[in-house]
């Protein structure tokens, strides 16, 4: 009989998986301002390097969740993450920015086949509450650390070599993870061989897509726009047909009717909103340190350490708190620290403020994370049939990158806005028109105006486009704080009302599911 893995070596394989995917968010991120500099990637160039991964992952993620559950969990996690690192190292070739958006899409079909695996592999083996919430409360933990390396990694590189270095190296470390994977994941699928849902799987891959890239274009757009109107409208009909699809199919890849579960529906908007949160937060936050605060890339990922450290802490215990004293209370305080942390920062952010009141500020939102994201995962995946645990896991991370999608498109125009209607009553009248256009681009292109007039013995000048630059970027960021912060606490109270505190009571003996073929020793 072929030895069976540990459980132990199981976690440490599926918690790696995750974390490379995990990585990619804030490895990338602290390497767009040297894209702007090297590359002469626009803003809107700079949203789609991000984008294009989030929105390819997010259209793909119900369909590869189902596509798992029904051919097998493991060989789709390999097979992702091949794609996802192959994708990465041939991005760091691309010359052009319209290369580099094009392997980041790819990167973001590897990472839609790799994520629901990681989280539907890790409730097959884990199967009691408090073996799954443990499980899962340091599967949430890797997001902390990847936060933390991920800065820390990239700025590394950043000051060694070129920014195709922070793409090349997830090539290797993605293919050491896949033979972890192969040696240690034992083979998950559902043994009742459904047919597949061919509409559903259409339609939800096209309702996700709509609705992401009509986010995504609806700032330079117009959120008023015919063209956001339309394509709102177009995904509103898309979903609705997938719901009448879904109701309506003999085999529904989706069983729509576990959104009347509060402990499923009410948990997904809390983690819609915390990463709301969170993406809107690295895309503001990262900017302030290189461009206000100086801070070189390496020193960015460094002075993130305290939000990534308290991700991880508050997943871990969150979980376990959840367990204790109900999952309503704890997410309900995680959303409320997020909110304080956002009205907080929205009233002393500036340039001069001291590290130590940014670092408690960070301490408090990673804390908020923490207890909001890994428990209301925890009650996610509680509430999902084991052998739709790919298809639960893929709604999961579907709410998370559309929250995150939404964050950077709302926070972002919230800021963009305000920041070019402030530079434009700021700037010096004598600035040619050209150079003015250019600064309202970005801070780090207001920035580079400033540079280029001092290199040519106007200090003066640049220094008054500097100044402008960073109250445009404050006022834009404190109201940018100040609307993130709002959602949060809507977020809050919507978790106080409606999410269960625990889930209905269970049996007495906990029997192992019959619908997974995970399996795996003690621990």
């Known amino acids: 009989m072929a030895r069976v893995p540990s459980k132990p070596l199981v976690l440490a394989a599926l918690l790696l998986a995750s974390f490379v995917i995990n990585l990619d968010t804030t490895l990338v991120n602290v390497a767009l301002p040297t894209l702007t500099r090297e590359l002469g990637t626009s803003t809107s160039q700079l949203q789609w390097v991000v984008d294009a991964y989030n929105l390819v992952f997010a259209a793909l993620l119900l369909t590869s969740g189902s596509l798992s559950d029904r051919f097998g969990r493991k060989g789709m996690l390999m097979a992702g993450l091949l794609v996802f690192g192959a994708a990465s190292f041939v991005g760091g070739f691309a010359g052009t920015s319209a290369e580099l958006i094009s392997a980041r899409a790819v990167m973001g079909l590897g990472a839609a086949m790799t994520f629901p695996a990681t989280l539907a592999l890790l409730t097959g083996v884990f199967t009691s509450r408090k073996e799954r919430a443990l499980s899962i409360g340091l599967w949430g933990a890797t997001a902390g650390v990847a936060i933390a390396l991920g800065p820390i990694v990239g700025g590394f590189l950043l000051e060694r070599y070129s920014w195709s270095s922070v793409f090349y190296v997830l090539g290797p470390v993605s293919l050491a993870v896949v033979a972890l994977v192969a040696r240690f994941v034992p083979r998950s699928r559902n043994p009742v061989h459904h047919r597949l849902d061919h509409l559903g799987l259409v339609l939800s891959a096209g309702f996700m897509g709509l609705l992401v890239y009509t986010i995504i274009e609806a700032p330079d757009r117009g959120w008023s726009s015919a063209a956001s109107l339309g394509g709102f409208a177009g995904a509103v009909f898309l979903l609705a047909a997938f719901v009448l699809g879904e109701r309506r199919a003999a085999e529904p890849m989706l069983d729509v009717r576990l959104f009347q ?38 020193s960015t990922g460094v002075h993130l350490l305290p939000v990534a450290v308290s991700v991880a802490a508050g997943s871990t215990v969150g979980t376990r708190l959840a367990v204790r004293i109900g999952t309503k209370a704890v997410v309900t305080a995680g959303l409320a620290l997020q909110a304080a942390f956002y009205f907080w920062a929205a009233g002393t952010l500036s340039p001069t403020l001291g590290y130590g009141t940014i670092a408690a500020q960070m301490v408090v939102y990673g804390l908020g994370m923490g207890l909001t994201s890994a428990p209301a995962t925890e009650s996610i995946m509680g509430a999902v049939p084991v052998d739709k645990a790919g298809v639960g896991s893929a709604v999961n991370d579907s709410t998370r990158l559309l929250g995150g999608t939404l964050g950077v498109a709302v926070i972002g125009s919230v800021y963009a806005t305000l920041y070019g209607s402030r530079l434009t009553g700021s700037l010096p009248a004598a600035l ?35 100044d402008a630059a960073i109250g445009a970027f404050d006022h834009g960021l404190g109201v940018g704080c100040v609307v993130a912060g709002l959602v949060a606490l809507g977020g809050a109270l919507l978790a106080a009302v409606f999410l269960p505190a625990q889930p209905p009571r269970q049996p007495v003996s906990e029997p192992r599911p019959t619908g997974s073929t995970v399996s795996a020793a003690g621990w």
């Open 261 to 298: 579960d509060m402990r499923f529906s009410a948990a997904s908007v809390a983690v819609t909103v915390a990463f709301f949160t969170l993406l809107g937060f690295i895309f503001l936050i990262t900017q302030y340190f290189q461009f206000v605060r100086t801070y070189s890339p390496l």
């Open 432 to 466: 040619p028109s050209a150079q003015t256009d250019l600064a309202h681009q970005s801070v780090g292109a207001a920035f580079g105006v400033a540079g280029r007039l001092a290199a040519h013995g106007q200090a003066p000048l640049a220094g008054v486009v500097r």
